[in-house]
């Protein structure tokens, strides 16, 4: 085993504090782990806390398959200042007075009501997004402004919890839950809202409260992440989402050389609920066989001697399924089966 690999596979869920980037998270669990090679699936900006997935080994792979869910977040909207990095982290760059409306709890709950459906958004000028290779985080430090697109996102849910502000204590705030689209930026969000009530607004406390089917009651704090290391892995069949199906006997032998495989070799599977504990095997009455047939293109999680030991793409064309993800070291399902 060279330096720097600890012979682990495996995904866990850290509540990301607040302070911290989730590059510095990911530095914590490569001293917890003993292994180099450690990903996050999601960035979190420093301001917020909340659930991060974290990839560990081989499983660092995954990444790119966690990363593209839905979010819940919650959300405290301040109003009165714009900032150049849309949060309380920015330097102000536009204040105004706060209309006494927006402390209204019934206008403030009709208008969040109204934020549910399909949008174009405008990403924040301090944002992970590349252009021609460059960062435009990294760029807007250095002065240089890109260019953004507006993206489609859409916000699936949006509910009101408080307003504040009322006893001239601290500045007129809204706190909301959002459930949104992946590619969605809450500071995006906090902004255009300002826009539209014509008040300058930004975010000042974020908490990540789900990403896909990683939820916030799964993760833990670094600090009990010290204390538990492997036996807080989750399963990455279940945070995948994706249909799966068990690899025996001849398909084992295919899948172990990263060979295709014909779709009569595998059974696709299906979850009847997406309860965590009812997932350990086929013959569970948490899962049953699918009644329909494999999608053109549809990702599928391969199971192996019960650990996650691929992702594979189906060729409807070739009525087979053709390697996306193979693991040599297969990724551990947790122990939340």
Known sequence: MRRGESGLSLVVGVDKPAGMTSHDVVNRCRRVFGERRVGHAGTLDPLASG???????PATRLDAYLAGHDK???????????????DADGEVTRTA???DELLDPFFASVFVASLVGRHKQLPPVYSAIKVGGRKACD??????????EPRDIEVYDAQLLAVNGADGMAPPSWDIVFHVSKG???????????????CPAHVGALRRLAAGRLA??????????????????LDPVRLLGLRFAYAEGPAAALLANGNPLPADALALCERRSCAADAEFCACTAG?????????DGELV???????????YAYEQERGRYRPRCVFSTGVIRGSDI
């Open 97 to 99: 007075p706060v209309p």
């Open 287 to 295: 899962v049953r066989e699918s009644c329909e047939p494999p999608r």
């Open 51 to 57: 659930v991060l997935a974290v990839c560990v080994g």
């Open 301 to 311: 999680s391969l199971v192996s001697a019960n650990r996650l030991a691929a992702v």
């Open 184 to 198: 969605t930026y809450v500071r995006s969000l906090a902004r255009d809202i300002g826009v539209a009530v014509d």
């Open 72 to 86: 819940r977040y919650e959300v405290r909207v301040v109003f009165g200042a714009a900032t150049d990095t849309d």
């Open 216 to 233: 916030l009651d799964e993760c833990v704090t670094l600090e009990a992440l010290e204390e538990v290391g492997p036996r807080a892995a």
């Open 139 to 148: 760029e807007a430090r250095k002065g240089r402004i890109i260019n953004l």
